[in-house]
């Protein structure tokens, strides 16, 4: 009796421990430090996702200490306060304090003024960083439910190594290249796999996301569409594609997920009819285009025949400075040279498992750099000059490379299509 007794309590206790492990509870809320947003010459916005709804008030300062700005937000989760009155080219600082008290810092630098070519800018890209750490799937646990809800435990080591790099870097903005958040951009995972290992650099620049595929994948990307704040357009009418200038560079973005015709990428796609408007009003002397998908790769995703056929050539026509994409985990660049004129790179090692380059000289027919590495990349433009780096997270330097202006024969072509831009191209 006392043996059946003692086996009895054994398993009392083994299945009181055993429910500790089972997802029964709702997922942590999602909560996030300040970030920086959409940054003009004139405005900037810092957004903030609280646990509870709160008052958050943002007072911005300029060189001298002098308060310039300010806003507030009425009791809500999700901030996006914008300060606006600001100056061209100044580096401000900024603080968002709730009114149940607390208090966070940080700066921004607002984009030089419209047409100034001569002013330097600086950015920082990559793509396919969204990857989990094991605990988060057993944040809904009871056991695991207070430290996921406490931050008390780390990100995936290589996505936080690359965020960290990117804050080191100092960029006026950077850039991402999609797939925020694996495996299906649930609001859940974007605390690990974002905005803690990104948060030091979105304290201080503004990171511009391009959708990616698993961004798509529950809701249509709602998600990324609501935790994000970036300039509309009149063609989709959301912010799903975009377009910004900062100085002599214009960052047009893509979203080129087929979900939203439920068919190819074709002339029709609002995306490429949002790309054609673009290319057809922007006068800036450089044009980065990024989208998640790479027209060329080397790797496992392969080239991708509708974007060779549709997308390529209206960037060769329009002499387009640069293509980012990311999709496919590893780093890769197609061009400049005689068969790739529009400098084509991948860049896809942000943190998810790399992918393997392919062996095959066929589909490397063009390729000036192949590695399969975590890495992100830093571009500095200064007038005519544009200059890429790709480093590894131990700081190895993967590729290095320069973007050269149209000139000769190709300036004359771009002078009877953008008159307006030809002009500034000649101005540097």
């Not at 086996?7 to 509870?25: A, E, K, P």
């Not at 590893?330 to 498992?353: A, D, H, L, T």
């Not at 992918?355 to 066929?362: Q, S």
Request: some cysteine.
């Amino acid at each position: 009796m006392k043996t059946r007794t003692r086996w009895y309590r054994r398993l009392l206790w083994l299945t009181g421990i055993g429910c500790l492990w089972l997802n029964v509870l709702d997922d942590p809320p999602l909560r996030t430090g300040a970030y920086v947003q959409e940054v003009t010459d004139v405005a900037a916005t810092v957004a903030k996702i609280t646990a509870d709804p709160k008052r958050l008030h943002l007072t911005v300062m300029d060189g001298d200490g002098e308060v310039v700005a300010s806003a507030h937000s009425s009791p809500r989760r999700r901030h996006a306060l914008r300060a606006e009155g600001l100056q061209p080219g100044r580096t401000y600082s900024y603080a968002l304090a709730a009114r149940d008290g607390g208090e966070e810092h940080g700066t921004f630098q607002t984009s030089p003024k419209p047409g100034d070519d001569q002013a330097p800018v600086k950015f920082a890209f990559v793509g396919d960083s969204g990857d989990q750490a094991w605990w988060v799937w057993l944040q809904k646990t009871p056991i695991m439910h207070l430290p996921s809800r406490m931050h008390w435990l780390p990100p995936k080591w290589a996505v936080r190594t690359v965020g960290a790099a990117m804050a080191a870097y100092q960029p006026d903005f950077a850039l991402h290249l999609g797939d925020v958040i694996y495996p299906k951009g649930l609001h859940a995972h974007y605390s690990s796999g974002y905005f803690r290992p990104f948060g030091e650099l979105i304290r201080h620049a503004p990171m511009y996301v391009v959708v990616g595929n698993h961004d798509v994948m529950n809701a249509a990307g709602q998600q990324v569409l609501a935790n994000f704040h970036l300039p509309t357009n009149p063609v989709t009418g959301d912010e799903r594609c975009f377009s910004f200038a900062r100085g002599p560079v214009r960052i047009i973005a893509l979203d080129c997920n087929t979900s939203i015709t439920n068919g190819p990428y074709k002339p029709d796609h609002p995306t490429h009819q949002f790309l054609m408007r673009e290319l057809a009003r922007c006068t800036e002397p450089w044009i980065v285009v990024a989208s998640h998908y790479p027209i060329r790769s080397a790797s496992r995703q392969g080239h991708n025949g509708p974007l060779q056929s549709v997308l390529l050539p209206e960037l060769e026509r329009h002499q387009v400075s640069l293509y980012l994409s990311g999709h496919d985990h590893c780093y890769q660049r197609f061009g400049p040279n005689e068969r790739w004129p529009v400098p084509m790179v991948v860049s896809g090692g942000g943190g998810k498992r790399l992918y393997a380059i392919k062996e095959d000289p066929r589909v490397q027919l063009g390729a000036e750099s192949l590695h399969k590495a975590y890495h992100w990349c830093g571009a500095e433009i200064s007038g005519g000059v544009f200059r890429v780096v790709a480093r590894d997270v131990a700081g190895v330097v993967l590729d290095t490379f320069e973007l050269a202006l149209p000139t000769g024969e190709q300036l004359l072509r771009l002078r009877a299509t953008n008159p307006a831009r030809a002009a500034r191209i000649e101005a540097l």
